[in-house]
């Protein structure tokens, strides 16, 4: 059984297209997250719901919109593709509270290329 | 602010040699360290962790990591490289304020020569 799934593995669309990734997590946590890995690898945060509420919202663009429909899911859709949209999506998730370090569990990843 | 500096990109080893990947980060308050792994078309995987206690710790795959709060590291080491050790290594910061909001390093390339 696979921790933290995420569908599809790869996605490639035209400019201007919407999509949409899929995240499940089996570990009952109740934190999950959206990370942003680029081209150089660099790792850098989206969206985290704790418990369905939305707790991190860095800096994106609003063609971004994160739903969480229950702790187990967390979907992301992308309006409009733009080039620069091109990357590796990450879904994590991690357990808060006393006694927990929150340390993230990683799916595999969605390879996105915008063309 | 929160930061992490790995300031090795790229690391070459001998298979059978030691490895020691360098970690420096900046966070105001008690940090919570991570250090991840990171295979071609692979999610990452957790290798250790720091929070508290012993500044010595033990992770899997023969890892282990030092925490010196004097000099604002946590350093990966292995004694003993294997061919499957050649990945990406990703070094972390969080706190318990956190929520979840990491702070990772650029990462460091190992590859591992024969």
């Known amino acids: 059984d696979t921790a933290v799934s995420q569908t599809p593995k790869y996605l490639v669309t035209q400019m201007g297209n919407d999509k949409s990734i899929k995240c499940e997590q089996n570990?009952?946590?109740?934190?999950m997250y959206w990370y942003k890995q680029d081209s150089k690898k660099f790792l850098k945060i989206m969206f985290s719901y704790n418990n369905k509420e939305l707790i991190i919202n860095e800096t994106v663009p609003n063609r971004f919109s994160p739903k969480s429909p229950d702790k187990a899911h967390l979907n992301l859709h992308i309006n409009s593709l733009e080039l620069g949209d091109s990357a590796v999506y990450f879904c994590?998730?991690?357990?808060?509270?006393?006694?927990?370090?929150?340390?993230?569990?990683f799916g595999e990843g969605s390879r996105l290329t915008v063309l | 602010a929160q930061s992490v500096t790995q300031p090795d990109i790229h690391i070459t080893v001998s298979e059978g040699a030691s490895l020691e990947l360098r970690c420096n980060y900046s966070y105001g308050a008690t940090p919570y360290l991570f250090w991840y792994v990171q295979s071609p078309g692979q999610g990452l995987q957790l290798l250790l962790k720091?929070?508290?206690?012993?500044?010595l710790v033990q992770g899997i795959k023969g890892f282990e990591a030092e925490f010196k709060r004097s000099q604002s590291s946590f350093n990966l080491r292995k004694p003993s490289v294997h061919w499957s050790d050649a990945a990406e290594y990703f070094c972390a910061v969080g706190g318990a304020d956190s929520w979840g909001k990491f702070q990772f390093g650029a990462g460091t390339q190992v590859v591992v020569t024969p």
């Open positions: 994590a998730s991690s357990r808060r509270g006393t006694g927990n370090t929150g340390e993230l569990f």
């Open positions: 720091y929070f508290s206690g012993d500044t």
């Open positions: 570990l009952g946590h109740d934190t």
